[in-house]
């Protein structure tokens, strides 16, 4: 970390009591020309920060969908032209159903709810994973919000739901054999570009930028392919105690790596 960031962060830790004045030093101090273009984010912790409270886990799913938003504030103020949340993995399927149901119902509730205000400011909604355990209204849900919102394009804002890196890739392999076997494309041709047409992804350049809450050290699972010279920021605050400050703090770490993409 350079001593201009470590006097910055100094500094902004100090105004504290002062959240407005705080996400503005941070603002003032970002390279308008080294903003990601692509942020992905795991939000973790909910649970944690529920049973901190004596709470069920499921209020700290409820109080994380407040950071949601405050990260899209922030990230559309930004121009950031990417934001990817994770926001159910393959593995979570496998939590109790009650939890489960719980989070459906807030999937379902924010998109309903959301929709019109999302449509307003010109944000393009993606939906990606594989949909097979997902009940059929959310799935009439997720193909209105990505009809509706089309042909958006001041951001785009990518939902993993039911998604798992692993799957992606070997469903990827799967559609590519089929269309080699079709006589659609020959083996010799197949390149990595080919190939990233096949993921989920394929409209979506790869992130710049990946932020995981709660102070878990790993991937999880979550785009595997496309983060293969991503920069990676962890940071111990619990998903739903995440806010603008969090999140600039991110961006001005991301600031000072260096990016050298294999090369010297
Ligand atoms: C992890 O916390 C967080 C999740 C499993 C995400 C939950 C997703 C939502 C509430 C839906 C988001 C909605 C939209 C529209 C994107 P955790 O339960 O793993 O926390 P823990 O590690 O502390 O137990």
Redesign the pocket.
């Known amino acids: 970390m350079t001593n201009k960031l470590k006097f910055t962060l100094k500094l902004s830790s100090l105004l504290s009591n002062f959240p407005k004045l705080q996400t503005k030093l941070l603002i003032d101090s970002l390279d308008k020309n080294n903003i990601p273009n692509h942020v992905a984010i795991v ?7 529920a049973k901190k409270r004596g709470l069920p ?1 499921i209020k ?2 409820i109080e ?2 407040k950071s ?1 938003k405050r990260v899209l504030e922030i990230a559309y103020d930004l121009n950031i032209k990417y934001i990817t ?1 994770f ?2 993995s393959q593995e ?1 399927w496998d939590r109790p159903k009650q939890e489960v149901d719980g ?1 459906l119902k ?2 379902r509730k ?2 309903h709810d959301e929709l019109n205000q999302l449509n307003e400011k010109g944000i393009k909604v993606f939906i990606i994973g594989n949909f097979e355990r997902v009940p059929e209204d959310i799935i009439k849900t997720i193909k209105n919000v990505q009809k509706t919102t089309k042909s958006n394009e001041k951001m785009n804002f990518c ?1 993993a739901f039911s998604y798992g890196g692993r799957e992606e890739i070997t469903q990827a392999a799967k559609n590519l054999a089929k269309d080699v076997l079709e006589g659609k494309i020959k083996i010799h041709d197949i390149e990595e570009n080919i190939f990233r047409n096949y993921l989920y992804t394929k409209d979506i350049p790869d992130p710049d930028l990946l932020i995981r809450t ?1 102070g878990e050290i790993r991937i999880s699972n979550f785009l595997l392919w496309q983060m293969a010279y991503t920069e990676f920021v962890f940071t111990p605050v619990l ?1 739903p105690d995440f806010n603008k400050y969090h999140f600039l703090k991110a961006i001005l770490e991301y600031q000072v790596r260096e990016r050298r993409f294999g090369l010297v």
């Open positions: 939000m973790d912790g909910n649970g944690r920060w886990r700290g799913h994380g969908t949601i949340l926001a159910l979570n989070i807030i999937i924010s998109l939902i709660s998903w």
